[in-house]
């Protein structure tokens, strides 16, 4: 390709490199010369200004881009020679020369009018240097024309904060909104740290600082806050920047002092943590399972606001195992904490001394003990592992702090209605910027919202293993069904946030060497669903002593339901109001191989003939039990020796994506094919109809082969099957 006849030489190369600056402004045209006028460094604003490209000008004397001398006061734009003694009289340690207009030729030949200013820099190994920061201007007799002032240099009339710091952190050169937002005066020059950052966090500002020194890899989009110092109308006026910061240096590598460029970038800042905390609502708290809880807030954490994280729980959690109080102090000091929750930018975690699930041991006098007891964040941007440091008791996590390169941690309190249940800790390591008070803040919200999350599973928690327990403690252990029937059932409760249900089962003996087969299902969950069921459970042990039909025992059922609702509406009675339950209760006699049954609101029962066809009896619904309205009726089925009786509660055919008419359906075809051990049966059964490993609501199943036997002259009482 042909280059046009008005494109100058090097042009093109200039328009196609690329630029340094920020959001598509220009970058800063500045160079580094030495005392003896030799340029040491060439930034990418000075070849876009002037198409020199930096291998071109290093090493070589700045004079030769010269046209012209200075205009106005000063003598030569450049800085005399640092040999020269009535300069370092003059000048003293710190020089800041005046602006100066000056002609300066271009790669293609043209002369250029730049507006310059030098600062004096102090090289690592102590030679002075000079920076010098030019910008274009317009032609000079059109701007007298206009009447107008000299240009402002580019980087003074840039919104960019540009700052240049010598080796030792010392501010040599401020543009004009630096100067304003620190509060200077136009031609102030601030020489402390302190007062140039004047309103920033030095804490999370100066190690980045003196890292990029170090190193001389330059930071990109590196956050902080600032908060507009004094009083005044801008008291309260917070900005959030993100910075570049670039080492200066010789042609050799020499430091020569840092540049940081800033740019306000606070709405974004702002909408990326309000997103993050929209995203803890959706994404942390989805179960009610605690070690869940505590994992969600982790992989929420990282990367976004940390490289590695953790989430340890107290004992205020219990997750099990041999409680932390009773263990031995280890190596890394005393078990305090259970770890519930990691996460790592990292393959594996290495930053971890302990895995999910494992005791967390923590030194006395550690911060992590601190944060548990006052229930305080502590913040570390620059983490302090010297030998008088809490780290001297801990020599493993001092050895993967050094191997993981962890510089700054953050440990947050998680507390809920005043008890606290762990500590979330934030770590960086691959991003070099520390911690900010901001940080914290953040890191503190997300906090609030695990804990309240993390409460409500540990009280769910609470409450279903006393449920459960309950429940267990009133549901049979075994069932006989002596020489009626051989039975098989299974028990299998939901996993849903409510709790447990109120499912039970039972196998009565009766008068006559009958036996009556009951499963019954309490409308809600939790551990009031299961006493209910436990106070039901013994009014059909204690009807079932007066050898009613079913129907009859239903009836009588219903009315004991319905006083002890009554009963327990009463202002100050604590028991549980009884607020509906369906039954199904049948009777076989294995001498005429007839079998009653009869429901209240309960499924059907299901009876599969020794050839393996499934049928469903006719038996009228009936009402749920505790309404009152008692009405229930008794239906008489024969049935042939070696027949399964099928009960079952509607948890195992009825899911939220299937009504029950599909259900069983699906039931009737897994007995089909069903073995003929009741007891593997039962499994299999479960294993086909329940469509997650989860189940949605509490399963009772019940399953009985009928047996024939001779009238008996025995009348026992009547008594459960356990």
Request: with cysteine; aromatic share 4%.
């Amino acid at each position: 390709m042909t280059r046009p006849a008005d494109v100058a030489p090097g042009a093109e190369e200039e328009r196609d490199a690329p630029s340094h600056g920020i959001r598509g402004l220009p970058a800063p045209a500045v160079a580094v010369i030495d005392g003896d006028g030799t340029v040491l460094a060439w930034a990418d604003g000075a070849r876009q200004l002037l198409g020199h490209r930096a291998e071109d000008v290093v090493g070589r004397p700045a004079a030769r881009l010269l046209a012209s001398r200075q205009e106005g006061e000063g003598g030569s734009c450049l800085p005399p020679r640092a040999h020269d003694p009535a300069w370092r009289e003059r000048t003293g340690e710190h020089e800041h020369r005046p602006r100066a207009v000056v002609d300066v030729r271009h790669r293609d030949g043209r002369t250029l009018r730049v507006q310059l200013e030098v600062s004096a820099l102090t090289g690592a190994d102590g030679e002075r240097c000079w920076l010098l920061a030019a910008t274009d201007m317009p032609d000079g007799d059109a701007r007298r024309k206009a009447g107008e002032p000299a240009v402002r240099a580019l980087l003074d009339r840039s919104p960019l904060l540009v700052a240049v710091w010598d080796t030792r952190l010392r501010c040599v050169w401020l543009n004009q909104a630096s100067r304003r937002t620190v509060g200077l005066p136009p031609d102030g020059r601030p020489e402390l740290l302190r007062e140039a950052l004047r309103g920033f966090d030095l804490a999370a500002v100066e190690p980045v600082m003196r890292g990029v020194l170090a190193s001389g890899e330059p930071v990109t989009g590196h956050e902080a806050r600032w908060v507009s110092p004094g009083g005044g109308r801008g008291a309260d006026r917070e900005v959030v920047f993100s910075s570049t910061l670039i080492r200066l240096e010789r042609a050799d590598g020499t430091p020569l002092g840092l540049c940081t460029i800033s740019t306000d970038v606070t709405q974004r800042w702002t909408r990326e943590r309000m997103a993050l905390l929209s995203r803890a609502t959706r994404c942390v708290g989805t179960t009610l399972d605690v070690m869940t809880t505590a994992q969600e807030l982790t992989d929420l954490a990282v990367p976004s606001l940390a490289d590695y994280a953790t989430v340890d729980l107290a004992e205020s959690v219990p997750l099990g195992g041999e409680p932390l109080e009773r263990m031995r102090p280890g190596d890394s000091g005393i078990p305090v904490f259970r770890r519930g929750g990691l996460a790592s930018i990292h393959e594996g975690a290495p930053e971890s001394a302990f895995a999910r699930g494992e005791p967390v041991f923590v030194p006395p006098g550690s911060p992590f003990l601190y944060v548990l007891h006052h229930g305080e964040s502590h913040l570390e941007p620059v983490m302090d592992t010297a030998s008088g440091s809490w780290f001297a008791g801990d020599a493993k996590r001092a050895r993967i702090i050094r191997e993981t390169g962890m510089h700054s941690v953050m440990m947050v309190p998680l507390m809920a209605r005043g008890t606290i249940l762990g500590i979330a800790v934030f770590v960086r390591t691959e991003n070099v910027a520390p911690f900010s008070r901001d940080d914290l803040l953040l890191a503190e919200e997300l906090a609030v919202h695990a804990a309240l999350s993390l409460d409500n599973a540990r009280r769910y928690t609470r409450e279903r293993a006393a449920a459960l327990a309950l429940q267990q403690s009133l549901l049979p252990g075994a069932l006989s069904g002596g020489n009626a029937v051989e039975l098989g059932w299974r028990y299998l409760p939901s996993d849903r946030h409510e709790g447990v249900g109120g499912d039970w089962l039972d196998a009565i003996h009766l008068p006559g060497g009958r036996i009556a087969l009951v499963v019954g299902d309490v409308i809600g969950h939790g551990i009031n669903a299961a006493a209910t069921m436990g106070r039901l459970r013994t009014a059909v042990l204690t009807l079932a002593a007066l050898d009613q039909p079913p129907a009859e025992l239903l009836a009588h059922l219903d009315e004991v339901a319905t006083h002890l609702t009554d009963e327990a509406a009463r202002p100050g009675d604590p028991a549980p109001p009884i607020v509906g339950a369906t039954c199904i209760y049948a009777v076989y006699d294995p001498a005429t191989r007839v079998c009653s049954f009869a429901r209240a609101g309960h499924p059907p029962p299901l009876l599969v003939s020794p050839d393996g066809q499934v049928t469903t009896p006719d038996t009228p619904a009936g009402t749920l039990i505790g309404m009152g309205l008692g009405s229930f009726e008794s239906v008489e089925v024969e049935v042939p020796e070696g027949s399964l009786i099928v009960l079952f509660t509607d948890g195992l055919i009825e899911t939220r994506n299937t009504d029950i008419d599909a259900g069983l359906d699906r039931l009737a075809t897994a007995l089909g094919r069903a073995p003929s051990e009741l007891d593997d049966l039962c499994s299999q059964v479960i294993t086909e109809m329940a469509t997650t490993s989860k189940p949605e609501d509490d399963i009772a199943l019940l399953v009985a082969r009928t047996r024939v036997v001779g009238p008996t002259m025995n009348t026992p009482e009547p008594r459960s099957g356990t």
